[in-house]
């Protein structure tokens, strides 16, 4: 039997597992780091948070993924060259990282990496009969277990469309498996470059769990910061408060087909670009607009499609959200959502013992914990949720 066979059999028959999880999402920040220590599986799962870091990316790196991203058209031989480029890199930035918290990279059992999305094609957004539901994402897991020596679980989203999903959103997997609570409804709000949430009822029944992208998060805030600012971000919402909303911009931004399709729902920054904003700017005639009102009316974009996704979902019913995501630090955006669900309670995920800019990494190594020592949880025979455990797993040698 090849060794690694015989150490995922050990693994997944032990009362814990220690697995970093990965997360490089569609801001390019950086690279986010979780080192848990999970013991059980399913519905037993205790995720203990040891470490946590961003190692931000250089201006080279987020060039060279930039010349690719969310682009219909673009030089095959970079996307190529770019894959197991990505792996490396992450390879090299996790040795460095366990050697400044002073682990040695035999301590890991595995590595879960979500890879960079370079592209995602949901089949009700692509339009075309023939194909189905499509997403990429690139930086290789062969590349990671043969650089750190630790056996990797990558390439998550591919399962989900087998299944019949889209790719995403998959943080209903760890969302329902960390923070169901019986005693409360909850949804688990993340605003990172797309916004998602996962319903979680009181009654803890996977067949009622909801999932759904809702539209932008940051993404479109984040792109006009980084073309007109020369800044990743509006910091603290300091460009936006400045602003007054557009509300002819408002309502061209939100006249889009994507917000009329039934829920759940899948999207990201192939459609919701600075080309989409220019065009609803010019078709909504404003387009010698203040760079401020801009901000402000993209800041109440997001707000405004994120509220009424929940209320579309869950009615008007005073639920506990807590918030994750870059979004959750924008105090606009926060405060524009508190006024428009006034019977919700909003909190950080924080006071849920995960932080929230771990989140999403910690709950890729739950996906991995799952598909080493767990089972397909019985989501029901539901759109966009698939009952199934996901990753493909990278040996070192």
């Known amino acids: 039997m ?11 028959a032990a009362e814990k597992r220690t697995i970093i999880g990965l997360m490089s999402g569609t801001s390019l920040d950086g690279l986010d780091i979780a080192l848990c220590e999970i013991a059980g599986s399913g519905m037993e799962t205790e995720v203990n948070l040891k470490a946590f ?12 993924i930039r010349s690719i991203f969310a682009k219909k058209t673009v030089d095959f031989e970079q996307l190529c060259l770019l894959n197991p480029w990505i792996g490396e890199k992450h390879a090299s930035i996790i040795l460095a990282t366990l050697k400044g918290w002073g682990i040695d990279p035999s301590e890991i059992d595995l590595i879960a990496s979500h890879g960079q999305t370079v592209y995602h094609a ?14 990429l994402q690139i930086g290789d897991g062969d590349h990671i277990a043969y650089n750190t020596g630790i056996i990797t679980i990558s390439d998550f989203r591919q399962k989900h469309l087998a299944a019949g999903g889209e790719g995403a959103p998959l ?11 019986v005693d409360e409804d909850r949804i688990m709000l993340n605003m990172g470059g797309i916004g998602n949430f996962t319903y979680l009822p009181a ?10 992208d809702t539209g932008p998060g940051n993404t479109l805030m984040d792109a006009f910061m980084k073309k007109n600012y020369n800044v990743a971000y509006d910091a603290d919402a300091q460009i936006a408060l400045r602003g007054n909303v557009n509300r002819n911009l408002l309502e061209a931004l939100k006249n889009h087909y994507f917000f009329k399709l039934d829920f759940p729902k899948t999207t ?18 404003q387009n010698n607009i203040q760079p401020e009102e801009i901000m402000a009316t993209l800041n109440r974009f997001s707000a ?24 959750a630090h924008n105090p606009l955006l926060v405060k524009s959502m508190q006024e428009l669900l006034p019977l919700c309670t909003f909190k950080k ?4 013992g995960i932080a929230g800019d771990a989140k999403e990494a910690v709950l890729f190594a739950v996906l991995a914990n799952e598909t080493i020592a767990g089972k397909p949880i019985n989501f029901g025979q539901r759109q966009g949720v698939p009952s199934i455990c996901m990753g493909k797993i990278s040996f070192p040698d």
């Open 171 to 181: 943080a209903v997997y760890g969302d329902y498996l960390i923070f169901n609570n």
């Open 53 to 64: 870091t961003t190692v931000s990316f250089d201006d080279h790196f987020k060039t060279a």
């Open 268 to 285: 990201g920054p192939e459609v919701f670009n600075l080309d989409y904003l220019y065009e609803s700017m010019s078709k909504s005639k």
């Open 304 to 327: 405004e499609t994120i509220s009424e996704a929940i209320k579309a979902i869950t009615g008007t019913l005073p639920f506990h959200i807590y918030i994750s995501g870059g979004g």
């Open 122 to 135: 949901p089949q009700i957004l692509h339009g075309r009969a023939e194909f189905g539901n499509g997403t």
């Open 2 to 12: 090849n060794q690694y066979i015989a150490q995922l059999a050990r693994m997944g």
């Open 349 to 352: 995920s924080n006071v849920l």
């Open 203 to 212: 009654s803890g029944d996977p067949s009622r769990v909801f999932v759904t």
